[in-house]
């Protein structure tokens, strides 16, 4: 920056030089029509004599006067400095206006649709213009981030919104405020684990449904800047139906703030009311989303309110409750524009208060159960209370996503319980954001529950320790499924095991002589509590490996002993229903098997799918009655997947995309194919895998997720454990693994409606159960991050309640009270390395300027004293000569 200044001095040294003579001859009343002066540099008075003393020859007064144009034009070269320097220090636009440079990637595009306004309207009052650069989102219901620096090292406030924004383009549109956001380059992916913020995001401002702009009341701001923690800006936008993009056009969608460097009286907030586990069953008429929790901070007083669903909430109420009485903060249809709307400005809320909200929705009209999520094919209950507090106690963000009790919400007033009414006018205004929705309301996307929210999450797979909760005594399990009342069904080897010497050179059976396994190899298991339902197959089986089963409930396995593929009765007859391929006799034709490992059942057509396996590498399709179609894989003709299988070891169909995809086991990788033609689609190969995938199953959950399980490899090292991948990208979203007992063999894996994910162990003998219902980390719904760490609610109560609270608060939860300790010290060191370069970068433009300064006054002192000894001489000699 010092070398850009002194080139910059250079450049224009002549053009100042010039400026001062021109200032000097205007002093001195010589004047020309090019000549102009500068009002707004004041130079330091000098001697009059020093320019008007007659024109003499003598040499001795001309250098004089030459010495004393030397200290004026140093005077106006330091003048010229200090004030660039000042204005860029002082003036945040400058700053702004740098930051902006870096920020939009193809500016041209934007501004030649929005104007990119930066304005500094006097010392203290500016505005930030935060907009998209140019985006074309790559799918519906796709969320792009991009940061923005705060433009000031100093505090500032911000005092006005204005959106940029339209809802033809625009679903919803959010502005956090972080120390760290995840992403500086022009813009990301936030829909995904990625998020927003490294650090704890504060929600600043929401907007939907083309909502008007928000202006604060007088004295009231959001604070940003040095000493808030926010030291960016992260806008996240929803694109919802990208049917608005087919003109291929940029979107620069954004917003603008009004800001000062006025310090506010009142600093304003966010508190976040938020449902998050309801289920909209379809066809009820009335389904609530109630939400409450206890205020335990400093008084907040609510001046605005916004309400915030998709297309089936019909009206959403916020209260305070005191004392047992409901008091109104605020009340509006969600299919209005979802503005900050003014709240009832009688009610404050205080230490022990309760704040609660419902939102009140109907499934008329839907065929599928509707749950909470992201997506515009979910539903969302948000109510947003904007609230100031005094500067002192000031928190910017909280949030609530307890549900509220029966008892508590039996005494709601009977207006939350009332719809609004929306004109006609209104709604067909707000019509194209159900479109898309619409269009798939008959889809099996909407059956999944938390299975759908793990797009939407910043989620984790955990496991549950305390599954199951009575003992299984299993075998060796080999596969997994579910049956069509979602319970687990476990497929398990009894007393037998796979070893060395279980098949010959020739992949025959040398082990008939023990029998087929007498223990029920078939179990059905309760998925939330682990009991035994029901049992069968017993004297059926001598090597289970894969199950699935059909919409008739009935088990496909296969038998890598029998090299059979067998369709079995669920009814626990053990009726063997259909069997393909010939018992204990290996083969590689159309009507033979050679250990075969899995089946995947095309839910319409019934048509079935069998990885052919061990041996024979292949895959083949029959027919739901067993008539032989067709086969891909080794022997066959496909250009595209040069590599052939390895084991093909787990198949799924997924119903969505009419899809087959395998776990190709010894390649490590995943490959999927058109069900119908077996036509390659696409490849998932991941360096995490560690060279071996085990088992897939699928969720139709967003775009796809895809649940793998790895296992040893003796080419690689690579821990055991699952991953859940986004079929759309192929990136591993999570990966999870148990808590106590290590993975030795993860055979199969099977995932619920409801998001839970079930792995069988074959080494292990053992089921684990996982889930993200004991999540207690940052959670992303629909874009808005929300801490759910009790560590840290505990710590920002404690630290904004009032002194005689802490203590009792500290006692209940010590524990927990000290763990963010050391979190809150390295933010501390964080917060002041970053700080320490700032400060340096202030300093040092001081020292040079004030080491300049030092000798243009010994420059300018030493022109004064000899202008004052010539001017002295010179009245002497006159008086000689008049004496």
């Known amino acids: ?229 926010m030291s960016y800006f992260v806008l996240q936008i929803h694109y919802g139906d990208v049917s608005a993009f087919r003109d291929h056009h940029r979107d620069c969608s954004g917003v603008a703030l009004r800001m000062t460097s006025k310090p506010q009286p009142f600093i304003a907030g966010i508190y976040l009311l938020m449902a998050v586990d309801t289920v909209i069953l379809p066809g009820k008429r009335v389904t609530n989303a109630d939400i409450a929790c206890d205020y335990t901070s400093y008084p907040i007083y609510p001046f605005a309110f916004r309400t915030h669903t998709h297309h089936l909430g019909k009206v959403v109420s916020g209260y305070r409750i005191r004392d047992g009485k409901w008091s109104l903060i605020g009340r509006q249809s969600p299919q209005l524009p979802q503005a900050f709307y003014p709240a009832n400005k009688e009610v404050n809320v205080k230490y022990g208060d309760t704040i609660a909200a419902r939102c009140l929705f109907t499934g008329e009209g839907r065929t599928s159960k509707t749950y909470i999520g992201g997506t515009s094919d979910d539903e969302m209950c948000n109510f947003y209370i904007m609230y100031y507090m005094d500067s002192k106690h000031a928190i910017p963000y909280m949030n609530c996503m307890e549900t509220g009790s029966r008892e508590l919400f039996q005494h709601i007033p009977a207006e939350a319980n009332t719809p609004i009414a929306v004109s006609p006018g209104d709604m067909n205004s707000m019509m194209h954001m159900g479109s898309s929705a619409d269009h798939q309301e008959n889809k099996s996307l909407l059956d999944t529950n938390k299975a759908q929210q793990v797009l939407d999450q910043d989620f984790h797979l955990e496991q549950v320790s305390t599954w199951p909760q009575s003992s299984l005594q299993l075998g060796q399990v080999s596969g997994l499924a579910l049956d069509t009342d979602s319970n687990l069904v476990i497929f398990h080897r009894g007393d037998h095991h796979w070893g060395a010497d279980s098949f010959n050179s020739k992949a025959r059976y040398l082990q008939r002589s023990l029998g087929p396994i007498q223990q029920s190899t078939i179990l059905v298991v309760d998925p939330d509590k682990g009991y035994i339902l029901k049992a069968s197959g017993r004297n059926m089986f001598y090597l289970p490996h894969g199950i699935t089963t059909d919409k008739e409930n009935n088990y496909w396995v296969t038998d890598v002993a029998l090299h059979q593929v067998l369709k079995v009765s669920s009814d626990g007859s053990d009726r063997t229903l259909l069997a393909l391929g010939e018992a204990f006799t290996p083969g590689s034709d159309s009507n033979h098997f050679c250990q075969p490992t899995d089946v995947a059942v095309d839910t319409e057509t019934g048509n079935i799918f069998v990885s052919d396996g061990y041996c024979n590498a292949r895959i083949l399709k029959f027919s739901a009655d067993g008539k032989y179609l067709s086969e891909w894989g080794a022997g066959s003709s496909d250009r595209r997947r040069r590599i052939p299988f390895r084991i093909p070891h787990s198949l799924v169909f997924l119903p969505n995309k009419q899809e087959v995809c395998v776990a190709d086991r010894e390649n490590g990788r995943i490959q999927c194919f058109i069900a119908e033609t077996g036509e390659f689609v696409k490849e998932v190969k991941k360096e995490e895998f560690g060279g071996e995938v085990f088992a897939i199953t699928y969720s139709p959950a967003g775009n796809g997720l895809i649940f793998a399980v790895n296992g040893d490899s003796p080419y690689y090292s690579a821990p055991l454990r699952g991953f859940v991948i986004d079929y759309s990208t192929k990136d591993i979203l999570d990966t999870f693994n148990p808590e106590k007992k290590e993975f030795k063999m993860p055979h199969d894996i099977a995932v619920t409606k409801d998001g839970s994910v079930f792995v069988g162990d074959a080494g292990n003998k053992s089921v684990f159960k996982f889930t993200t219902e004991k999540l207690h980390h940052s959670v992303k719904k629909g874009g808005i991050e929300v801490q759910e760490l009790e560590e840290m609610d505990m710590f920002v109560q404690t630290k904004a309640m009032p002194e005689h609270k802490k203590t009792a608060a500290i006692q209940e939860k010590q524990s927990v009270a000290q763990q963010p300790q050391p979190q809150v010290e390295a933010e501390e060191k964080k917060s002041k390395s970053a700080a320490k370069p700032i400060r340096e970068q202030g300093v040092l433009p001081a020292i040079i300027t004030t080491l300049l300064l030092i000798p243009l006054l010994l420059v300018i002192t030493i022109g004064v004293f000899i202008c004052w000894r010539k001017n002295g001489m010179y009245d002497n000699r006159s008086s000689a000569q008049k004496v």
């Open 1 to 229: 920056m010092l070398f850009f200044r002194l080139m910059l001095q250079t450049a224009v040294l002549s053009t100042v030089r010039t400026k001062a003579y021109t200032a000097i001859r205007y002093a001195k009343g010589i004047k020309s029509s090019r000549e102009t002066t500068f009002t707004s540099l004041h130079f330091p008075t000098l001697p009059t004599s020093c320019w008007k003393q007659p024109r003499q020859k003598h040499q001795k007064t001309l250098i004089a006067t030459g010495m004393m144009r030397v200290p004026v034009f140093c005077v106006v070269v330091l003048l010229f400095i200090c004030h660039t320097h000042s204005l860029e220090i002082q003036n945040p636009a400058y700053r702004l206006k740098r930051s902006r440079e870096n920020v939009l990637s193809d500016p041209s595009d934007c501004m030649s649709r929005t104007k990119q306004q930066q304005v500094f309207t006097n010392s203290h009052n500016f505005s930030v213009d935060i907009q998209m650069p140019g985006v074309v989102p790559s799918g519906s219901d796709t969320y792009l981030c991009m940061a923005f620096p705060v433009p000031t090292s100093q505090d500032a406030y911000i005092v006005d919104f204005i959106p940029r924004a339209s809802m033809e383009t625009v679903h919803h549109m959010l502005l956090f405020g972080c120390q760290t956001p995840v992403s500086t380059s022009s813009y990301w992916d936030c829909g995904s684990v990625q998020g927003t913020c490294e650090d704890e995001a504060s929600i600043i401002y929401a907007w939907a449904r083309n909502a008007p702009p928000t202006k604060l009341p007088r004295d009231v701001g959001f604070k940003v800047g040095r000493n808030s923690g």
